[in-house]
């Protein structure tokens, strides 16, 4: 490919629109074009990195006997009511009517279709088990759309899709599943963790995630470096403190001017944070609930949504704490009547609090549950954070942002039932198929490629990913000689099955040095007059400072070998 008929241009400028340095990098290198928020074009050097990890993951996928399959982007809204998801997605799932006034949505993923094919194909514990995959286009109406590939409303993803007759046969394609991301992942020169996960609106029993550690990334990972404990923080235990073992003291109000947070509150009283109830107000499916847990700890609003078990949950604004009758910094749930409450287990741990009276500048003293007040459910609802006890060896963990590279789930028969997916046992007894998915998305991948993998120059493309394995880069292009000499290189190259990007424009050596870093190909070659003399091409690794002179016509024959090289 001739980079003066590439249809992209690189820019000099930052894009001071992008924060993530993959989001920042596609733009500048004219890799990617944003249509609306979370909507992107490929050019060509972005797209055929693109199809190079759609090749990786196919293959892998069909390496643990994966069949693809192609399922429809458009589908009946009917199906996701069937299983409820319809008001699990909630307002991200993207809706439309056909002209005959048929409800039909855009598929943000794909166990109804698949479950509703299971049905109708698997008949005997002879089919299974069985796994299918599809490389397909997803639609997701995202809050917040942001960082370039990492969060669209549109993308591609791989979802594989594994029948079972038991749970025994589930957990072993689960296993196998997991050794096949981590040969993409190494594939595409990418460091990933596997963490537990909670499995959201996807739903099933069981669920980790592949992580990739970016400081742009939107989740975040607590780690243990003692036992290798790793959760995503929406799913992370983590083990809570007990307060010293104490005899109940009696429930005594005092004033306290002025004091509405827990820190003034521990400050006022002379007491550790730990020796406070703190009440936080949520709005749930359309009713305030009040939080209760204990002040030196954080509420996990994902565990509070399963808890509650509810579709939507918030932070409940000004006029409905009010018109709830709460008095925010002295609240509490001694005395209130007609509210749902909700209490983390850290309240077992600990006696004698101080919590809100629930009028303005008053407190009590040695609040204790259950003997002050009631609430109508109690788990673990807290945070993990940086220095949290570890759940399992009680070493301090450690916490880092990180970017979602895959996900999967055991789902086990939540979606076979609901679709009449059932098979015939040994016993010729009818039993519902056990299923589980594994999803990972491709853009999202890129993004965390370059994310891992580039410096203040540019892109550094792993080889198998990089969108052409060489650039040619001749200095000089208004000299015959080094244009004959660049032509004959291409076309040797070209002949030899070598993927050359050959900049042929006549530009200076700083624009083309600038734009071969920028863009990240592996190996740049340079043809210049001081070259032509010794009869030699610069070969250089992008990874690399310096390059090296190689004889011309030895020139295919080192490229094979360089090319082979794992740290190409």
């Known amino acids: 490919m001739r980079v003066s008929k590439l249809f992209q241009r690189t820019q000099r400028e930052e894009p001071g629109e992008a924060a993530l340095a993959s989001h920042k990098l596609l733009l500048k290198a004219g890799m990617i074009h944003q249509i609306a928020a979370g909507i992107y074009s490929y050019l060509p050097l972005g797209f055929r990195a693109l199809k190079k990890i759609e090749k990786v993951v196919r293959e892998e996928m069909e390496g643990i006997g994966g069949q693809e399959i192609l399922m429809p982007a458009l589908q009946p809204l009917e199906l996701w009511r069937e299983t409820g998801r319809d008001l699990a997605f909630g307002k991200t799932l993207f809706v439309l009517r056909d002209r ?23 008949r005997s514990y002879r089919d299974l088990p069985l796994l299918v995959f599809q490389i397909q286009t997803k639609f997701r109406d995202e809050p917040r759309a942001r960082g370039g590939l990492v969060r669209l409303r549109e993308f591609l993803m791989k979802d594989l899709y594994s029948m079972h007759a038991d749970e025994e046969s589930l957990s072993e394609t689960y296993e196998e599943v997991i050794r096949a991301y981590e ?6 020169g990418l ?6 996960a909670d499995s959201g609106a996807i739903g099933g029993k069981e669920s980790h995630e592949f992580m990739v550690r970016s400081e742009g990334g939107e989740d975040e990972v607590v780690l243990c470096p003692s036992c290798g404990y790793a959760a995503n923080v929406e799913k992370a235990l983590f083990r809570k403190p007990s307060l010293p073992e104490e005899p109940l003291l009696p429930l005594e109000e005092v004033e306290t001017p002025g004091v509405k947070t827990i820190e003034d509150l521990a400050r ?5 944070e730990d020796r406070t109830l703190k009440a936080v107000f949520y709005w749930a499916d359309g009713e305030v609930v009040l939080v209760a847990i204990r002040g030196d700890l954080e509420v996990n609003e994902v565990k509070l949504k399963n808890l509650l078990g509810c579709r939507e949950l918030r932070l409940a604004d000004e006029e409905e704490v009010a018109k709830a009758g709460l008095v925010p910094g002295s609240a509490s749930p001694i005395g209130i009547k007609g509210l749902k409450k909700v209490a983390d287990d850290s309240i077992l741990l600990a006696k004698n609090l101080a919590a809100g009276a629930n ?17 109508d459910l109690v788990g673990d609802i807290a945070r993990a954070d940086r220095g949290s006890p570890c759940a399992r060896c009680g070493a301090p963990l ?3 942002r990180a970017i979602e590279v895959g996900h999967l789930f055991k789902l086990g028969t939540i979606f076979s039932e609901k679709f009449g997916a059932y098979y015939l046992d040994r016993e010729g007894r009818k039993r519902p198929v056990v299923m589980g998915c594994y999803g990972l998305g491709l853009d999202r991948l890129l993004a965390a490629i370059i994310e891992q993998n580039h410096d203040e120059k540019g892109i550094i493309w792993p080889l198998e990913i990089a969108p052409f394995q060489i650039y040619l880069c001749p200095l000089g292009m208004d000299d015959p000689e080094i244009r004959r000499k660049a032509e004959e290189l291409y076309m040797l190259l070209g002949r030899a099955g070598f993927e050359v990007l050959y900049d042929d424009r006549e530009e200076s050596p700083g624009v083309k040095f600038n734009d071969a870093d920028l863009l990240g190909i592996p190996v740049r070659l340079v043809i210049s007059k001081r070259t032509l003399k010794t009869g030699s091409v610069e070969v250089k690794r992008r990874d690399q400072e310096q390059g090296e002179l190689v004889p011309q016509d030895e020139i ?12 190409t």
Not at 268 to 272: D, K, N, R, V
Request: glycine share 4%; with cysteine; proline share 6%.
């Open 191 to 196: 460091e990933a963790l596997l963490v537990e």
């Open 183 to 188: 040969r993409i992942y190494r594939r595409c």
């Open 359 to 375: 009028k303005p500048g008053w407190h009590f003293r040695n609040a204790n549950y259950p003997r002050d007040y009631e609430v």
């Open 398 to 400: 450690e916490l880092w």
């Open 556 to 567: 295919a024959e080192f490229l094979s070998r360089l090319l082979a090289s794992p740290a």
């Open 100 to 122: 005959r006034d048929r409800e039909l949505c855009l598929g943000p993923t794909h166990e109804e279709i698949i479950a509703r094919l299971s049905s109708s194909l698997i």
């Open 268 to 272: 006022f009283l002379g007491i550790s």
